[in-house]
């Protein structure tokens, strides 16, 4: 008698015959002995005539989620009365003639009735234990059936036809769920990072943070789509490292024979296009900084960047404001987010404080007319490192960051910087050796970065060439010299506010996440 045909729940596995030593030619000396058993397993299912790993089409037609929600008992049992549905063996209850088990799906999971005699109505039961006992936690499986409530009250699937849809041949790590407590949970940053795919699979509340991320990033969208603002796409391989002082990676494009850069930042790119005569452009930007990796960096990282024509750095505050209080709602359906033990609220309008005035406030030092040895010396009190190579931008950059930032834990904006640290952005209009500059700090950390763009091309250019100096003296993170971007900043680009978002941190607060690790799904890790 063939098999298949003797059991329903097998009715549509493609029957491929494999030879019975194809795993044993295998090298096993690395495997486990739980993998060895898998595999055993494995050649026992071809044997029966069983494809593992068949194709791909099961016609799915609801959900855990659906079920347990919608599922009303006799008020509504005739629409539940044929349910098809797959997902991942997570637990098996075996009680000879019949078993239970926990199927888990993208949404949840469920439990599931399986009973001998209804599913195998043939003479040869062993054929029910020969299969049944191949599989594993982990595996794979669709089934039909109908949906019953047990003795104890629980929503079930009952079912009549199950089908091996994939086999696991790596035994997942075993968390034990009780009365709604979990027992054993892995944990270890070490594992979950570099095993994403696992920690997904056996804490799926990790799915959760990352849809909540898609949910922020289309909540952004949405904004800047109803405003008027055109998404693009510009290079991330670029000739030139420009738009931020940051540390690149750096390649070589063989066709071309030249150096190449991942970027760093787009924002020189968007900016040729509002000098193209686009007025209003975005891009969430993938972006590579050659740097160090902390709970909030991450080599590779997300950024939101927009620029509009006809706007300033005051118009953008607001702007902000209006982007962030409606992605909170989006994203947790309100404006307060709980953060390390801490509600931060969201609520237009946001706190501004001056740069100088915050140093002021917190060092007790006024530094706003001090030049570069002056700062030196007020790092040497407060007891802050420096460089030789750190010109007077990079100074009051480490004495903000050092001794201010982590005071700002609700929604600031930092405004009005030093002209050193700002080389893209436009001379403050009331306020000498300043310019029109703000960073948003939330929960002690830069999350925005926004300009009244400089577009003066002859300024730009003497900007530009500080830079150089300042490589010169050492500083590997100062901008290179973007002559096509003078050159088009020549035929005049008109007056714009420009700003960029770190996606990554921004989803940190609202999912309330202490590393950016947890917010991304395949972090950088060093190789095994």
């Not at 190449?260 to 686009?278: C, Q, S």
């Not at 300024?459 to 010169?472: G, N, P, T, V």
Request: charged fraction near 25%; glycine fraction near 6%.
């Amino acid at each position: 008698m063939n098999p298949l045909n003797a059991l329903p729940f097998l009715n549509s596995l493609h029957l491929i015959i494999f030879a019975a030593s194809s795993n044993k030619n295998m090298s096993q000396q690395h495997l486990s002995e739980q993998e060895i058993i898998r595999r055993d397993k494995l050649t026992a299912l071809q044997n029966l005539g069983i494809d593992p790993y068949p194709a791909p089409s099961f016609p799915v037609n609801i959900s855990s989620s659906d079920i347990k929600q919608n599922y009303l008992g006799e008020e509504n049992k005739a629409e539940f009365s044929d349910v098809c549905l797959a997902g991942r063996l997570m637990g098996i209850r075996d009680m000879g003639k019949a078993c239970f088990a926990v199927l888990q799906d993208h949404a949840g999971k469920i439990q599931v009735y399986v009973k001998r005699d209804e599913i195998c109505p043939t003479d040869d039961k062993t054929l029910y234990d020969q299969v049944w006992k191949t599989l594993d936690i982990g595996d794979i499986v669709g089934v039909k059936g109908h949906v019953f409530t047990t003795k104890t009250g629980e929503t079930s699937v009952h079912v009549n036809s199950l089908t091996l849809l994939s086999k696991s041949l790596k035994p997942l790590p075993i968390v034990k769920e009780k009365e709604g407590e979990t027992f054993d949970a892995v944990t270890d940053p070490e594992f979950r990072y570099r095993q994403r795919y696992a920690d997904l699979i056996i804490n799926p509340q990790v799915k959760e943070t990352f849809l909540k991320r898609s949910k922020l990033i289309n909540s952004i969208k949405d904004f800047l789509n109803q405003r008027g603002a055109i998404e693009v796409d510009t290079p991330v391989l670029q000739s030139i490292p420009g738009g931020a002082s940051a540390r690149p990676f750096t390649t070589h494009h063989n066709a071309l024979d030249i150096p190449m850069y991942l970027r760093i930042a787009n924002e020189l790119y968007l900016k040729r296009l509002i000098v193209g005569g686009f007025e209003w452009v975005y891009e969430f930007s993938r972006n590579f900084r050659n740097e160090g990796m902390d709970r909030t960096h991450n080599p590779e990282f997300t950024v939101l960047e927009f620029y509009t024509a006809y706007k300033d750095y005051l118009w953008m505050m607001d702007t902000t404001e209006q982007l962030l209080e409606k992605a909170a709602i989006d994203v947790n359906g309100t404006t307060d987010a709980e953060v390390d033990g801490k509600t931060i609220s969201f609520k237009a309008p946001f706190k501004r404080v001056t740069m100088y005035d915050a140093i002021k406030e917190h060092t007790g030092f006024d530094i706003s007319a001090m030049d570069e040895d002056g700062l030196r010396d007020v790092c040497k009190q407060l007891g802050i490192a420096v460089e030789k190579s750190m010109g007077k931008g990079k100074l009051v950059d480490e004495i903000f960051s050092e001794k201010c930032e982590h005071h700002f834990i609700q929604p600031t904006f930092i405004t009005d910087y030093p002209i050193e640290m700002s080389p893209l952005t436009k001379k403050h209009r009331s306020k000498s050796g300043l310019v029109e500059r703000f960073e948003l700090m939330v929960n002690g950390k830069e999350i925005a970065n926004a300009y009244t763009e400089l577009n003066d091309p002859i300024d730009q250019r003497a900007r530009f060439e500080d830079q150089i100096k300042l490589q010169e003296r050492g500083d590997d993170e100062a901008m290179f010299i973007d002559h096509d971007f003078l050159r088009a900043l020549e035929y005049g680009m008109p007056p714009t506010a420009g700003i960029g978002f770190g996606i990554d941190r921004l989803c940190m607060l609202l999912t309330n996440q202490p590393s950016i690790q947890d917010v991304l799904l395949f972090p950088m890790m060093r190789p095994e």
